[in-house]
C-alpha cells in the first residue's frame, strides 16, 4: 500500500527529515499494537517500548498524517474546560485530578523535546485574549482563583491597554498572559516522538491501514490483509475513528479546523504583531488561534466547518478572519494553508476508557491534544503494566453520546455551533 503524503503545510515544508517507515507485509505478533499514528499512538508507543513491551504501531497514511501534523501547535495548561467547570462536574478531588495530570502532560512534552533533542521550535507563553467585556471581567478571578487553590502562580492579567501594545490591534478588552504554557511546530515534535519510539524499539509502520479487529484474550487486528496477534490494543485514532470501532464513534464528533501561514514578515512587522513572540488564543466559541513560526510568518487559525470536505479556497476561508485581527495583512502574501481533523467530545473533555481488559482508548481531545495525547500514552503504559489509577481519573469523566449517534449528531451539531457563532458576533 502507498500511504497519503502529508497535507500541503507550512509545517510539511519545513519539516525535519525522517525516516519513511515500511507497510506491514507480513503477519505479526506482538505485546501491544497501538492503531493510530498520531501523539496519543506515539507517545504510547514510546512509553510502553521503555518499559519492555514488545509494540506494534499501525498508521493508515504517514506518521502525524492527521491532526497531530497540522495543528495550532499550543501547549496549554490545565484541561479543556475551566477548573470551576471541573469542580461542578466531577468534585474537587477529581477535578484537582485532572489539573495535577494537565501540569503533569506539559512536562512530558518539554521533557520528551528535552531528552531526545527535537527540533520543534519551542518558545514559552500563550496569551488568552478576552474577545467581550465579560470575558475579560471573568479573567482576574479566575487567575487569583488558580493561585489561592491550585498553586499555580503562572498566570498575570492583562489589560486593555497592555493587550493592545502586545498584540498590535485593538480587537481584545483583556486577556490572560501564562507564562508557563508553549508553542512549537506540531509536526516536528510528532516526528521527534516517532524517532524517539523506533530507537526505544517499537516497530512502526505507515501505509497499513486497519481494517478490523477481533478482541479477547488475545487480540487479532487485519492490515493489509495480514494479521497482528496482540494482548494488548491501544485504540488512537481520534478523529479518524469512522467505523473501526462503532462502540467509539457516537461519543466523538469530527470536525474541520483551518490555517494559514502567510508570507515572512520580517522582524519589525512581526514584532508589530506579537511583541513577545507568544501563542494567542481567543475566546470566542469557535476562536481564533495564531503565532509567529521561526521565520516570522504568522500561523493564523480561524473558521471550522462540520462536513466531510473542506472548503474549496481554504486561504480565502481563513484570511478573512486574519483580517479581522489584523486588517494591516491585507497585501501580505499567503504562502500555505491547509486544513485538518479533530475529534470533539460533548463535554469537551477527552474520552479515555477501556472496551474490555485488554482494548484500551483514547480520542476527543476537542482541540487540546498536542500535551493531554502526549500525556495519554504515558497513562496507557501505566494501564497496561497494571497501575490503571490516573488513567481511571479520565474514564471516570462522564462522557456522552451525541444525539442521534453517527448518523444524525451533524445537523445537531451543525445547529449548536450555528448558535454559538451567532452569540460570537453579539
Known sequence: ?????????????????????????????????VIGG???????????????????????????????????????SGQRQEQDVLEDMLGIADARHLWDLAEESKTVVKTRIARHKIDCDLKPGILHAASK??????????????????????????????????????????????????????????????????????????????????????????????????????????GYLERLEPRLAGKIMPINNFILATEPLGEALAGELIRDDVAVADTKFVID?????ADRRLLF???????????????????KYMLRVYPQLESKRIDYSWGGTLAITLNRMPDFGR??????????????????????????????????????????IPTRRFPGGTLLRWPGLVLGMLYYALRDKL
Open 1 to 33: 500500500m502507498t500511504a497519503e503524503a502529508h497535507a500541503k503545510s507550512y509545517y510539511a515544508a519545513t519539516a525535519n527529515r525522517h525516516s519513511d517507515y515500511p507497510s506491514l507485509s507480513e503477519d505479526s505478533s506482538c505485546d501491544v499494537c
Open 38 to 76: 498520531g501523539y496519543s499512538g506515539l507517545s504510547s508507543a514510546l512509553h510502553l517500548a521503555e518499559r519492555g513491551y514488545d509494540v506494534i504501531l499501525l498508521e493508515a497514511n504517514r506518521i502525524a498524517w492527521g491532526a497531530s501534523g497540522r495543528n495550532g501547535g499550543q501547549v496549554g
Open 133 to 238: 467585556p465579560a470575558d475579560a471581567a471573568d479573567f482576574e478571578p479566575y487567575v487569583e482563583k488558580l493561585a489561592r487553590e491550585y498553586g499555580y502562580a503562572h498566570l498575570r492579567s492583562v489589560s486593555r491597554e497592555e493587550i493592545g501594545a502586545m498584540l498590535g490591534t485593538n480587537r481584545y478588552h483583556g486577556g490572560i498572559l501564562d507564562s508557563d504554557s508553549a508553542h512549537l511546530h506540531p509536526l516536528n515534535y510528532a516526528l521527534g516522538l516517532a524517532g524517539a519510539a523506533d530507537d526505544a524499539g517499537a516497530r512502526l509502520f505507515e501505509a497499513s491501514r486497519v481494517t478490523g479487529y477481533q478482541d479477547g484474550a488475545v487480540c487479532r487486528i487485519a492490515c493489509n490483509g495480514h494479521q497482528v496477534i496482540a494482548h494488548h490494543v491501544v485504540l488512537a485514532c481520534n
Open 289 to 293: 488561534y495564531y503565532r509567529l513560526s
Open 301 to 319: 487559525g480561524g473558521g471550522e466547518n462540520y462536513r466531510r470536505s473542506f472548503p474549496p479556497d481554504i486561504a480565502g476561508f481563513v484570511r
Open 355 to 396: 472496551l474490555s481488559s485488554n482494548i484500551y482508548f483514547v480520542q476527543g481531545f476537542s482541540g487540546h491534544g498536542v500535551a493531554m495525547a502526549s500525556l495519554a500514552g504515558k497513562l496507557i503504559a501505566e494501564a497496561v503494566a497494571g497501575t490503571a489509577e490516573r488513567f481511571d481519573v479520565f474514564a471516570r
